[in-house]
């Protein structure tokens, strides 16, 4: 008993199980997550290491090469980053793609425990982090008000924090921003010579007392008492009265040499929301959360804590992923119901019946439900892939309805009765759009096991078309024919067949006028089908390419970079003059500016995207919906960007987070990496380079990493007078930092909170370099040694930041990209740098964007030549062929032309989402052929002439060929067509699939056939000629 009979006689027990499917998928639905993108782990950890107050050359030797060195052989390595800023280190280590992170990260975090000796003891721990998209913040929230940002700081941390992190699906919720508190002991420098006494002694005192320690248990009639040494300061005066050292009987108390304040660290960085100082509040999502119930959890919560705050705090939205996520979503499922009405009402129109109509259409919804179950058992999300996949199967889920209906139709005309009509009709198709389902499904497998950026981003759109197309399979065999065993009439088919001969008969006959034309003009067809599919490749030089579309996100940022050596307060100054342009711009909600580096932006500071140190600054301005504005977020940054022209030893730079949202590393498309030895040269190379592609048209912002060096009191060491008193290098290069940056000592707990105590000199005592050469240490016999009597200050230049890469120092001359696809830009910047002289042991290499869709658009293009051959071996295996699959395949590169000449009309780039779209369309477009050449295949088979079986087969043919076609391109119209916010993802697919269908749907009535007349015909000869040699040598 098939599928469909059985269907037919147990009507009762599908219809069950039909409801089992549909609750299990309300079930899944609703436990199925809502993100921007797929869950994608990208191949890269970073490793973070703070070392407060260090110059970058010294952070490069004392950390970021021990580090490299370290993790230099992890397994399954690909390349390593580096970037040495002021204070801190990153390294950046990427990985083959398919590397368990876990592992790696692990393996990191023990190899640089094992090399832990070579890093100074008073840096920070490294912290490894793995780059994880599911994990990023969900909202930012820029929060001003109280007195100042310290208290604003203590009071968020203190009383929003803890309830946040008790929401279901918050990992953290982190403040940054604002002044952080901390204990200053500030020594007076005269009062420390006066006594003797050293830096070091001062923080061993401090370090010494301040402490609690266990001794163990004793135990007294049978009572266990555990001991304990309390020695922990409580308030500030214990710290004050620390005794530092007893001369003879008289004991030398810390207040003694220093005054201890209760105070800030000193400031790095400013924060301020539309011109108020400000801190920020990053809320992280759990791993699997659901990110948006997740937000909307936070800004609930934070709802409902208003009347208990402090009248003046509140809370803004500056970055609210939740929010793009349901516009974007909202979008896409909108263009998906709009895609399956026009589906259904064009078969109403074309079948002017509504039985069969609601046969087809049970597919839709019955399809779509079972599909959540596959998405939720795969642990997918609804996102942009995910829901275009539903947009673009919903128009294919009808496809076998169809052919499953006209077939029974078809038996009913017969006279057969209802139930072995809808059964004996559904099961003699079975095996057939089987293979056609399969065949498209053949085309996702490859998409399914690509790794790589690729495989990331096109796996969800695979499982979710492959999960719909299974679906509608099993509907196609089980319910369709159960509802047309009860619900269909003979009658209605005559009329169906009258209505046909009406209104169709005359598109037919032309139809077949034009085929007879064609076949007796074979060599026309064909080479002019050649012709225009060769002369549309040209049109990829007007379409160029790109990696993703430019997406519209509500966020438009900038980075002001001003002469190295701008202090905090000017360069605040000016960031603020700035951000009054973004604050004139009237589609603007909040404007956010950052001056200075904080140590929560130490990976984002060596990418580029966070400021690096006191002369940078970040304006980001966060714009009303798209609906509500006539400018996308890219036109406004065009506008901004003419306000801001060229200034020696300023450089301004508008980040594109479209493209950062969209999954892209990068934080610039056209990156030229330039590799050599000496820094300088490097430097002097790279501002030529620079220079010569600036106007280069469609390049903006055009930006070299490495800066101009920074202002540098250099202490150059005497070694033989150092060695007189018993010093060394690093004795003294710890007393320097101990007077100016200062020393934590030790950390002063109270009330659960831990504060720094930091030891340095006195500001009065740190103002000058002439202040520098008085630093004092003690000998090694215990006389006390001026900075001046064992070293020279001399001043010099330090670059600002230092990157390297797999062990190379490198300078990155970084640009925007607008008005012009990345692949028409990169070539002209080639042509330019074609004749550019570089000394030899200096190089250049492309980076950013470009070289991601490079790699991305190679790993696509193999996994399309895999699904023409999986397409080609399933439809061998069918037709027992291996001429007619060809036949079939020339459909492909018809549906290309399709493609072109759809990106040319809609004014888009042969792109990734494009690029998905041509593989789709293989498995497509190849239907309509299968079904052509397999009713030409049965009719030769009764008898008919090769010429008569074609005619027939294509006069036959030709209704439910336009049917299945029309639908899919039906349903994927609005996703073509849109303009919403995320249509730029979604349109170029939808584009490519509804032009290509379309070009090839044409094309195919009239190629397929004469391609099969033609290769029918050398077959036969050549089966003759090998006849004849045969029997002559006989």
Same mark, same amino acid.
């Given at each position: 008993?098939?599928?469909?009979?059985?269907?037919?006689?147990?009507?009762?027990?599908?219809?069950?199980?039909?409801?089992?499917?549909?609750?299990?998928?309300?079930?899944?639905?609703?436990?199925?997550?809502?993100?921007?993108?797929?869950?994608?782990?990208?191949?890269?950890?970073?490793?973070?290491?703070?070392?407060?107050?260090?110059?970058?050359?010294?952070?490069?030797?004392?950390?970021?090469?021990?580090?490299?060195?370290?993790?230099?052989?992890?397994?399954?390595?690909?390349?390593?980053?580096?970037?040495?800023?002021?204070?801190?280190?990153?390294?950046?280590?990427?990985?083959?793609?398919?590397?368990?992170?876990?592992?790696?990260?692990?393996?990191?975090?023990?190899?640089?425990?094992?090399?832990?000796?070579?890093?100074?003891?008073?840096?920070?721990?490294?912290?490894?982090?793995?780059?994880?998209?599911?994990?990023?913040?969900?909202?930012?929230?820029?929060?001003?008000?109280?007195?100042?940002?310290?208290?604003?700081?203590?009071?968020?941390?203190?009383?929003?924090?803890?309830?946040?992190?008790?929401?279901?699906?918050?990992?953290?919720?982190?403040?940054?921003?604002?002044?952080?508190?901390?204990?200053?002991?500030?020594?007076?420098?005269?009062?420390?010579?006066?006594?003797? !006494?050293?830096?070091?002694?001062?923080?061993?005192?401090?370090?010494?007392?301040?402490?609690?320690?266990?001794?163990?248990?004793?135990?007294?009639?049978?009572?266990?008492?555990?001991?304990?040494?309390?020695?922990?300061? &409580?308030?500030?005066?214990?710290?004050?009265?620390?005794?530092?050292?007893?001369?003879?009987?008289?004991?030398?108390?810390?207040?003694?040499?220093?005054?201890?304040?209760?105070?800030?660290?000193?400031?790095?960085?400013?924060?301020?929301?539309?011109? &108020?100082?400000?801190?920020?509040?990053?809320?992280?999502?759990?791993?699997?959360?659901?990110?948006?119930?997740?937000?909307?959890?936070?800004?609930?919560?934070?709802?409902?804590?208003?009347?208990?705050?402090?009248?003046?705090?509140?809370?803004?939205?500056?970055?609210?992923?939740?929010?793009?996520?349901?516009?974007?979503?909202?979008?896409?499922?909108?263009?998906?119901?709009?895609?399956?009405?026009?589906?259904?009402?064009?078969?109403?129109?074309?079948?002017?019946?509504?039985?069969?109509?609601?046969?087809?259409?049970?597919?839709?919804?019955?399809?779509?439900?079972?599909?959540?179950?596959?998405?939720?058992?795969?642990?997918?999300?609804?996102? !942009?892939?995910?829901?275009?996949?539903?947009?673009?199967?919903?128009?294919?889920?009808?496809?076998?309805?169809?052919?499953?209906?006209?077939?029974?139709?078809?038996?009913?005309?017969?006279?057969?009765?209802?139930?072995?009509?809808?059964?004996?009709?559904?099961?003699?198709?079975?095996?057939?759009?089987?293979?056609?389902?399969?065949?498209?499904?053949?085309?996702?497998?490859?998409?399914?096991?690509?790794?790589?950026?690729?495989?990331?981003?096109?796996?969800?759109?695979?499982?979710?078309?492959?999960?719909?197309?299974?679906?509608?399979?099993?509907?196609?065999?089980?319910?369709?024919?159960?509802?047309?065993?009860?619900?269909?009439?003979?009658?209605?088919?005559?009329?169906?067949?009258?209505?046909?001969?009406?209104?169709?008969?005359?598109?037919?006959?032309?139809?077949?006028?034009?085929?007879?034309?064609?076949?007796?003009?074979?060599?026309?067809?064909?080479?002019?089908?050649?012709?225009?599919?060769?002369?549309?490749?040209?049109?990829?030089?007007?379409?160029?390419?790109?990696?993703?579309?430019?997406?519209?996100?509500?966020?438009?940022?900038?980075?002001?970079?001003?002469?190295? =050596?701008?202090?905090?307060?000017?360069?605040?100054?000016?960031?603020?003059?700035?951000?009054?342009?973004?604050?004139?711009?009237?589609?603007?909600?909040?404007?956010?500016?950052?001056?200075?580096?904080?140590?929560?932006?130490?990976?984002?500071?060596?990418?580029?995207?966070?400021?690096?140190?006191?002369?940078?600054?970040?304006?980001?301005?966060?714009?009303?919906?798209?609906?509500?504005?006539?400018?996308?977020?890219?036109?406004?940054?065009?506008?901004?960007?003419?306000?801001?022209?060229?200034?020696?030893?300023?450089?301004?730079?508008?980040?594109?987070?479209?493209?950062?949202?969209?999954?892209?590393?990068?934080?610039?498309?056209?990156?030229?990496?330039?590799?050599?030895?000496?820094?300088?040269?490097?430097?002097?190379?790279?501002?030529?380079?620079?220079?010569?592609?600036?106007?280069?048209?469609?390049?903006?912002?055009?930006?070299?990493?490495?800066?101009?060096?920074?202002?540098?009191?250099?202490?150059?060491?005497?070694?033989?007078?150092?060695?007189?008193?018993?010093?060394?290098?690093?004795?003294?290069?710890?007393?320097?930092?101990?007077?100016?940056?200062?020393?934590?000592?030790?950390?002063?707990?109270?009330?659960?909170?831990?504060?720094?105590?930091?030891?340095?000199?006195?500001?009065?005592?740190?103002?000058?370099?002439?202040?520098?050469?008085?630093?004092?240490?003690?000998?090694?016999?215990?006389?006390?040694?001026?900075?001046?009597?064992?070293?020279?200050?001399?001043?010099?230049?330090?670059?600002?930041?230092?990157?390297?890469?797999?062990?190379?120092?490198?300078?990155?001359?970084?640009?925007?990209?607008?008005?012009?696809?990345?692949?028409?830009?990169?070539?002209?910047?080639?042509?330019?740098?074609?004749?550019?002289?570089?000394?030899? =042991?200096?190089?250049?290499?492309?980076?950013?964007?470009?070289?991601?869709?490079?790699?991305?658009?190679?790993?696509?293009?193999?996994?399309?030549?895999?699904?023409?051959?999986?397409?080609?071996?399933?439809?061998?295996?069918?037709?027992?062929?291996?001429?007619?699959?060809?036949?079939?395949?020339?459909?492909?590169?018809?549906?290309?032309?399709?493609?072109?000449?759809?990106?040319?009309?809609? =004014?888009?780039?042969?792109?990734?989402?494009?690029?998905?779209?041509? !593989?789709?369309?293989?498995?497509?477009?190849?239907?309509?052929?299968?079904?052509?050449?397999?009713?030409?295949?049965?009719?030769?088979?009764?008898?008919?002439?090769?010429?008569?079986?074609?005619?027939?087969?294509?006069?036959?043919?030709?209704?439910?060929?336009?049917?299945?076609?029309?639908?899919?391109?039906?349903?994927?119209?609005?996703?073509?067509?849109?303009?919403?916010?995320?249509?730029?993802?979604?349109?170029?697919?939808?584009?490519?699939?509804?032009?290509?269908?379309?070009?090839?749907?044409?094309?195919?009535?009239?190629?397929?056939?004469?391609?099969?007349?033609?290769?029918?015909?050398?077959?036969?000869?050549?089966?003759?000629?090998?006849?004849? &040699?045969?029997?002559?040598?006989?």
């Amino acid at each position: 008993m098939t599928i469909p009979e059985f269907s037919v006689k147990r009507r009762v027990t599908i219809t069950m199980l039909m409801l089992i499917i549909v609750l299990g998928g309300v079930v899944s639905f609703f436990g199925l997550g809502l993100d921007l993108m797929p869950d994608m782990e990208f191949p890269m950890i970073s490793v973070v290491t703070r070392y407060e107050g260090v110059a970058p050359e010294d952070i490069e030797t004392l950390i970021t090469k021990p580090i490299e060195e370290a993790c230099g052989s992890l397994k399954g390595m690909k390349n390593i980053y580096s970037t040495s800023l002021e204070g801190s280190s990153v390294v950046m280590i990427e990985f083959e793609w398919g590397t368990n992170l876990d592992f790696a990260a692990q393996d990191a975090r023990e190899s640089i425990d094992m090399m832990r000796m070579m890093i100074p003891s008073d840096a920070d721990s490294s912290a490894v982090l793995k780059f994880d998209m599911s994990q990023m913040p969900v909202v930012f929230f820029g929060i001003i008000g109280l007195n100042n940002t310290m208290e604003l700081r203590e009071y968020i941390k203190d009383s929003v924090v803890p309830k946040l992190e008790r929401l279901d699906g918050v990992a953290s919720a982190m403040v940054f921003g604002g002044r952080a508190r901390e204990i200053n002991v500030l020594i007076n420098r005269f009062k420390l010579n006066a006594y003797g !006494i050293s830096m070091d002694e001062i923080a061993a005192a401090l370090a010494a007392d301040n402490i609690n320690v266990s001794a163990g248990q004793l135990t007294e009639k049978y009572t266990e008492f555990f001991v304990r040494t309390l020695g922990e300061y &409580k308030k500030l005066s214990d710290l004050e009265n620390t005794i530092i050292r007893k001369t003879g009987a008289v004991p030398v108390y810390l207040k003694d040499l220093a005054e201890v304040r209760d105070s800030y660290k000193e400031q790095r960085d400013i924060t301020k929301l539309n011109g &108020k100082e400000a801190v920020l509040m990053m809320i992280s999502k759990q791993s699997g959360a659901n990110t948006v119930l997740t937000a909307d959890r936070v800004k609930k919560a934070l709802e409902e804590m208003k009347p208990t705050l402090p009248g003046d705090i509140g809370f803004f939205p500056v970055m609210d992923q939740s929010h793009i996520i349901k516009k974007i979503l909202r979008n896409t499922l909108v263009n998906a119901l709009v895609g399956g009405v026009l589906a259904v009402f064009f078969l109403y129109a074309f079948l002017r019946n509504w039985r069969p109509t609601f046969g087809i259409f049970l597919a839709i919804p019955v399809s779509i439900i079972t599909t959540f179950i596959g998405l939720y058992l795969m642990g997918y999300t609804f996102n !942009i892939f995910t829901l275009a996949g539903f947009a673009l199967v919903v128009g294919m889920l009808v496809d076998n309805a169809v052919v499953v209906i006209e077939n029974i139709f078809r038996r009913l005309e017969a006279g057969e009765e209802r139930p072995r009509a809808a059964a004996e009709g559904a099961s003699e198709v079975g095996m057939a759009i089987t293979t056609s389902t399969l065949t498209t499904i053949a085309v996702f497998l490859p998409m399914v096991l690509s790794k790589g950026f690729a495989g990331q981003i096109s796996r969800p759109l695979a499982m979710t078309v492959c999960t719909g197309l299974l679906s509608s399979l099993l509907v196609a065999l089980t319910v369709v024919p159960m509802v047309a065993s009860v619900l269909f009439k003979k009658r209605k088919k005559i009329e169906a067949a009258e209505l046909e001969k009406r209104k169709f008969e005359k598109f037919k006959q032309r139809y077949i006028a034009l085929l007879t034309l064609a076949l007796k003009r074979k060599k026309l067809v064909i080479f002019s089908a050649l012709g225009v599919f060769l002369l549309s490749l040209f049109g990829l030089m007007i379409t160029g390419l790109e990696f993703m579309p430019q997406t519209d996100t509500p966020i438009v940022m900038m980075m002001a970079s001003f002469p190295v =050596g701008t202090d905090l307060e000017e360069t605040g100054r000016v960031v603020e003059q700035i951000s009054e342009d973004f604050m004139n711009v009237p589609e603007k909600m909040y404007v956010l500016t950052m001056i200075g580096h904080s140590s929560y932006g130490d990976t984002d500071a060596a990418m580029g995207s966070m400021p690096a140190d006191v002369n940078e600054g970040m304006i980001m301005s966060r714009m009303v919906d798209l609906e509500k504005r006539k400018r996308k977020a890219f036109e406004i940054s065009d506008e901004l960007r003419k306000k801001f022209p060229p200034v020696e030893g300023v450089t301004y730079k508008f980040l594109d987070m479209g493209s950062q949202m969209s999954g892209s590393m990068s934080q610039t498309p056209v990156e030229l990496k330039l590799f050599g030895r000496d820094l300088d040269e490097m430097e002097r190379y790279a501002k030529a380079i620079a220079r010569r592609i600036s106007d280069v048209p469609g390049l903006r912002d055009v930006t070299v990493s490495l800066k101009e060096g920074k202002p540098e009191i250099q202490v150059r060491v005497d070694r033989d007078r150092a060695a007189h008193f018993g010093l060394r290098v690093a004795q003294i290069g710890r007393a320097a930092q101990a007077a100016l940056s200062g020393r934590v000592a030790t950390k002063y707990r109270a009330y659960g909170e831990e504060t720094d105590v930091r030891i340095r000199f006195s500001e009065e005592d740190r103002r000058s370099p002439a202040d520098i050469a008085k630093i004092t240490m003690p000998s090694q016999s215990g006389e006390t040694v001026y900075l001046k009597d064992v070293a020279q200050l001399t001043e010099g230049v330090g670059p600002l930041k230092i990157d390297r890469e797999n062990r190379l120092r490198k300078i990155t001359i970084g640009a925007n990209v607008a008005n012009r696809s990345i692949g028409q830009v990169v070539a002209d910047i080639k042509d330019r740098l074609a004749d550019f002289p570089m000394a030899k =042991g200096y190089f250049l290499e492309y980076g950013g964007t470009y070289k991601q869709m490079a790699e991305t658009m190679t790993d696509l293009l193999l996994a399309f030549l895999a699904a023409a051959i999986l397409i080609y071996m399933i439809m061998a295996a069918q037709f027992e062929s291996l001429t007619q699959p060809f036949v079939i395949m020339f459909s492909i590169p018809l549906s290309i032309i399709g493609v072109i000449m759809g990106l040319i009309v809609m =004014g888009m780039s042969f792109s990734v989402p494009v690029m998905m779209g041509v !593989i789709i369309l293989g498995g497509i477009v190849v239907n309509n052929g299968i079904v052509l050449v397999d009713y030409i295949n049965r009719l030769r088979e009764q008898g008919l002439g090769k010429h008569d079986a074609i005619i027939q087969a294509a006069s036959a043919r030709l209704r439910p060929i336009l049917i299945t076609a029309l639908t899919t391109i039906m349903g994927v119209l609005p996703m073509a067509f849109t303009t919403s916010q995320g249509s730029e993802m979604r349109g170029p697919l939808g584009t490519a699939v509804a032009f290509g269908l379309t070009a090839s749907t044409v094309l195919t009535l009239f190629v397929v056939p004469v391609m099969y007349s033609i290769t029918d015909t050398v077959s036969e000869r050549a089966k003759r000629q090998v006849s004849k &040699k045969l029997h002559g040598h006989e």
